[in-house]
């Protein structure tokens, strides 16, 4: 009788964590589709403000769109890897002179702005 009650307090207990826990996963999945609107809004954007400069290029040089793909490629060789991706190259910080990367603005470990940052990498 005392181990059936022990017994249907535990479940009680458990019932009542899976219910608390089945509101944070919801809350969750809320927070999560609205990172994933947000990120698709922001490349929507980007790929609009992308669109309209090369059109402006287009119109006022004599660029083809070869010329824009020659130079995608060389961008995208640039870390030694043909992934479609713009990487970063390994560098040191100028101040601290510890390792850092051209894909961040600024130091990890003194803040100091890392030079050849990309200016189409997103900021920390």
């Known amino acids: 009788m005392l181990w059936d009650l022990y017994q249907h307090h535990q479940i ?3 019932a009542a964590k899976t219910e608390a826990l089945k509101g ?8 999560l589709r609205w990172d994933v ?11 609009l403000v992308t669109q309209a400069m090369w059109e402006l290029l287009e119109a006022h040089t004599d660029l083809t ?8 490629t060389e961008i995208d ?15 040191r910080c ?7 990367h051209s894909r ?3 130091c990890m ?3 100091h702005p890392i030079d050849g940052h990309h200016v189409a990498q997103p900021r920390p």
């Open 12 to 14: 009680s207990q458990l």
């Open 24 to 31: 944070d996963a919801e809350r969750v999945r809320g927070h």
């Open 37 to 47: 609107n947000r990120l698709e809004a922001k490349i929507d954007t980007l790929a």
């Open 65 to 72: 769109e070869a010329d824009i793909r020659k130079k995608m």
């Open 77 to 91: 060789e640039r870390d030694g890897v043909r992934d479609g991706k713009m990487g970063g190259v390994p560098t």
């Open 94 to 100: 100028g101040s601290c002179g510890r390792d850092a």
């Open 104 to 106: 961040v603005a600024h």
């Open 109 to 111: 470990y003194c803040g």
